[in-house]
């Protein structure tokens, strides 16, 4: 059966000119199944952001963008920009990291939930405003906003920043989006509140069948919440495998590094151990393995030859060195 969204050697460079663009993701390919909730984690400019708006048409005109990025087996890169409007929004939606810049200051929540519900709801784009009133309190409390009636004729200034992502999640609601991608939808909140979000997400998954792509920096987010995850690094995908298989057998020397320097509280702060060194700029990536100057088992063969991207089973890594994949006994897994 066709996965809900299948992107094969998505590749996209920056800059007019081919000879001196800026290529930053490398050729990924991710599946997402219905239902699904994947991690897409990395630390800055690994291309996560990049990779899911290039594959909406969203990366921009300087963008080039090839590969293939199919949602329910419709080709998106292929599609015009009138057809990829329409499907953004109803049938994939995407939230992002400060909701207060994606509201409009200046109009209610209700003139926005009202503008949200007649773009991407079809059977109600020329409905009454008390069936359109109706409708946007049932979304505001879906996603646990209390007296949601009196609440529309807030300004977004007046609403908490957990409040602003809760309404950005329901306008996005209500096109009944297949697919969400969330790029750090809990990163300028509160520990707290993240939680909250995150539980959220997961509620909305069980509820609709939604399937979800999370960008995070934040291990500890794709523990909780995800079902997969895809590590990114210097523009390609690393490793991918179940949450579990990957947390407690990374196969990855970046992946063990990225667990290896997840905050613990539960054991002090001294257990953190960074990854040395920094990321590469895509202008001048060193040759072969893009994580050999950064990497503990780095050899000859690394610097030679970029790792292809291996699977088994469900689980993959692209590492000259995979075999050593070791236990990540001392971490105690996905807890
Ligand atoms: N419009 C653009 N023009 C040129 N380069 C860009 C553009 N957008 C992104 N980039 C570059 O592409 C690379 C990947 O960026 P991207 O935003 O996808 O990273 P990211 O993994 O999402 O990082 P972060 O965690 O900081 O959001 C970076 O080197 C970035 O500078
Ligand atoms: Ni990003």
């Known amino acids: 059966m066709d996965a809900l969204l299948d992107i094969s050697d998505l590749r996209v460079a920056f800059g007019s000119d081919p000879a001196r663009a800026i290529r930053v993701v490398h050729g990924i390919d991710l599946r997402v199944e219905a239902g699904e909730i994947v991690g897409l984690v990395g630390e800055s400019g690994s291309g ?197 298989t990957v947390f407690k057998a990374p196969a990855h020397p970046y992946t063990r590094g990225l667990l290896n320097s997840r905050p613990r509280p539960d054991l002090g702060s001294a257990r953190l151990t960074p990854i040395g060194g920094v990321v590469p700029s895509p202008r001048d990536l060193p040759p072969g393995c893009a994580f050999g100057p950064r990497c503990d088992r780095v050899s000859d063969t690394c610097h030679a030859a970029v790792p292809a991207f291996r699977m088994d089973g469900d689980h993959g890594a692209a590492c000259h060195h995979q075999d050593i994949a070791q236990p990540m006994a001392a971490m105690g897994g996905a807890s």
């Open 48 to 244: 996560k952001s990049v990779s899911c708006l290039a594959a909406l048409q969203l990366a921009g005109a300087r963008a080039k963008v090839t590969g293939e990025a199919r949602f329910r087996g419709t080709s998106l890169l292929s599609l015009s920009e009138r057809e990829i409007a329409a499907l953004r929004g109803r049938a994939v939606a995407m939230i992002f990291q400060d909701p207060m810049s994606s509201l409009n200051p200046v109009k209610t929540l209700r003139a926005q939930m009202f503008e949200a519900i007649r773009l991407n709801n079809p059977a109600l784009a020329k409905a009454s405003r008390t069936a359109l009133e109706t409708e946007a309190a049932r979304l505001l409390e879906e996603v646990g906003i209390p007296e949601a009636k009196s609440r529309l004729s807030a300004y977004p200034h007046q609403l908490s920043g957990g409040m602003s992502q809760r309404a950005m999640i329901a306008m996005m609601l209500a096109g009944s989006p297949a697919l969400l991608i969330a790029d750090e939808p809990t990163t300028a909140l509160d520990v707290t509140i993240q939680a909250q979000i995150l539980r959220l997400l997961k509620r909305l998954r069980d509820a609709h069948g939604m399937s979800i792509i999370l960008i995070t920096h934040d291990l500890g987010v794709v523990a909780e919440t995800c079902d997969r995850v895809a590590v990114m690094y210097c523009g390609r995908i690393v490793e991918q495998g179940p949450v579990r």
